[in-house]
């Protein structure tokens, strides 16, 4: 399968496809199914992190003064509501000092076009790493919006973070934001015409949250 895509990373590990294998399966409960979304977002957010800029800072040890660091500039994640929040506890296990901001967005299902409900984030987001997280990037078009809204909002490093793509959800974002890294736990064959992933997972929120 083509893994080649323009700013997309497929992060590769033995845990991360024995994960993604439970989220597969239709049989999953809502507690495991968030127990491997949990596990599956250390792995990527551990692999977005490596992009993260450092300053130096002295630290004395129990023998003597050595130079340590810091993260240059803070950090805020961002989920996608509803599925995005299964997300960000993984991301908290590695960058517990990160804040959280919320983008409200559902996909109208007959245009499949996102609808903006709501939006709250810190105000001065260009200082900010922000890591975007949805579960999902099928058409692109939430990713794409949540995107743009960011930016509007000042946002001006933004890396975004998903279990499953689609090629078509990958081009899309290419196209509205090549400036964006996009990292991935699997890379999926295509959508169908519901605009669902296949093979996918299903609907990641009602799988998430036990609303099926
Ligand atoms: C899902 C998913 C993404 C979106 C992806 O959310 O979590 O946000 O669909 O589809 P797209 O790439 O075609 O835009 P959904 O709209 O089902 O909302 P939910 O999380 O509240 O269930
Ligand atoms: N949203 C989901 O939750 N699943 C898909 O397969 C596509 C969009």
């Known amino acids: 399968m083509r893994t080649d895509y323009k700013n997309f990373f497929l992060v590769e590990h033995p845990l991360v496809k024995r994960d993604i294998t439970v989220l ?24 977005m992190c490596e ?7 002295g630290v004395e040890t129990p023998l003597e003064e050595t130079i340590g660091y810091v993260l240059a500039n803070e ?14 506890n993984g991301f908290l ?7 959280v901001g919320h983008i409200g967005l ?23 790493k922000v890591f975007l997280v949805d579960p ?21 490093n933004i890396s975004f973070a998903c279990l499953v793509a689609a090629p078509e959800g990958i081009k899309k974002l290419n196209e509205d ?9 699997a890379l999926d064959r295509e959508l169908n015409e519901k ?4 093979p996918g997972l299903g609907d990641a929120g009602d799988r998430t949250f036990g609303t099926l």
């Open 106 to 128: 559902e996909r109208d299902e007959e245009t499949l076009k996102p609808v903006e409900y709501y939006y709250k984030t810190p105000a001065n987001l260009d200082t900010h």
């Open 51 to 57: 992009d993260l800029n450092l300053a130096e800072k």
């Open 24 to 47: 597969r399966d239709k049989h999953t409960d809502c507690e495991t199914f968030r127990a491997s979304v949990s596990r599956i977002s250390i792995i990527i957010g551990a692999k």
């Open 195 to 198: 605009g669902y992933i296949l």
């Open 75 to 88: 950090v805020v994640i961002v989920p996608v509501l509803r599925a995005g929040l299964g997300m960000v």
């Open 177 to 185: 934001h090549p400036d964006v890294k996009i990292f991935g736990a």
């Open 93 to 99: 296990e590695i960058i517990p000092d990160a804040k």
């Open 136 to 156: 999902m990037l099928a058409t692109g078009g939430s990713a794409s919006a949540a995107i743009s809204f960011l930016k509007k909002r000042g946002a001006e």
